[in-house]
């Protein structure tokens, strides 16, 4: 028990990392454009982690890193990075709290995980948590970015589902490394291709890359992947409603934003629904 109390607490570091992102996203690189924000973020940190292990994939794991490495990176931070360009971090972190939802059919169709009807409505009260944190009357519905929102929830889960799925026969450190890269790689030519050239960084812009990368990649991949390879996806996922959680803090503490009532209840919802989801494993 108190193996997987630890196992939970270190995986929670990640989304309650990835909480900063909104902030430092329309704080520090207000200027940039979302793919190549999503490739500054995690090509230079895979990168570095592959100096550091200094191993390449072999055989069919180039496939399966690239797989992965679209679902988990690519894919996942462009969309999220779109969707909180054009919405407001309240409706973005909305849409992306899905994500336990489609985690939760896909294990079971993939794993041959049992469905079970507590992790639903853990979900479900979660979904309803963040909504109460973060949405607000004048919340604007961007299609675009709702869209984005949606796809990236749903890269997110079967990226997760599948690397819980495929166990790597390296290290954590190198398995980060691989995805990281590859994910980065794919983003080079979108952004080339699709964005304007990046802008010259100010050390705002660069104190913002350094906390997305070196913390908000390197590191928590590292403990996000670790938590998949110890724990079944239906139980890590709901940790990610640690994110709007942060994200509000965040903003409450720094942006001089209000606390209402209501978001308090969400604080109260978020967690019930991270109790709630730990409960069918035990």
Do not use: C
């Amino acid at each position: 028990m108190k193996t997987r109390a630890s196992d939970l607490l270190l995986t929670a570091i990640a989304p309650a990392v990835w909480g900063s992102t909104y902030i430092v996203t329309t704080q520090f690189l207000p200027n940039f454009s979302p793919i190549t924000v999503a490739m500054l973020r995690a090509l230079p940190a895979g990168l570095l982690l592959l100096a550091l292990v200094r191993r390449l994939p072999t055989g069919i794991w180039w496939l399966r890193v690239f797989v992965l490495g679209s679902l988990n990176i690519s894919i996942f931070l462009s969309m999220l990075f779109i969707s909180a360009y054009r919405l407001p971090g309240g409706v973005a972190a909305t849409v992306a709290a899905i994500q336990p939802l489609f985690a939760i059919f896909l294990a079971a169709i993939v794993l041959r995980s049992p469905i079970r009807s507590l992790s639903i409505l853990a979900a479900l009260v979660g979904i309803g948590g963040v909504a109460l944190l973060v949405l607000t009357p004048r919340a604007a519905l961007d299609p675009i970015g709702i869209t984005a929102g949606i796809a990236g929830a749903a890269s997110m889960a079967v990226g997760n589902v599948l690397t819980r799925k495929w166990q790597p026969p390296v290290s954590l450190l190198a398995f980060t490394a691989w995805q990281l890269t590859a994910g980065g790689v794919l983003l080079v030519p979108v952004a080339l291709a699709l964005e304007p050239a990046i802008p010259v960084p100010t050390m705002t812009n660069l104190f913002g890359l350094v906390w997305l990368g070196l913390i908000g990649s390197a590191l928590t991949y590292v403990l996000w992947f670790r938590g998949l390879a110890r724990l079944e996806p239906a139980v890590v996922s709901p940790l990610l409603f640690l994110s709007p959680l942060m994200a509000v803090l965040l903003g409450w503490q720094f942006l001089n934003q209000t606390l209402s009532s209501l978001q308090i209840a969400g604080v109260v919802f978020v967690m019930g629904s991270i109790w709630l989801s730990q409960r069918p494993a035990r």
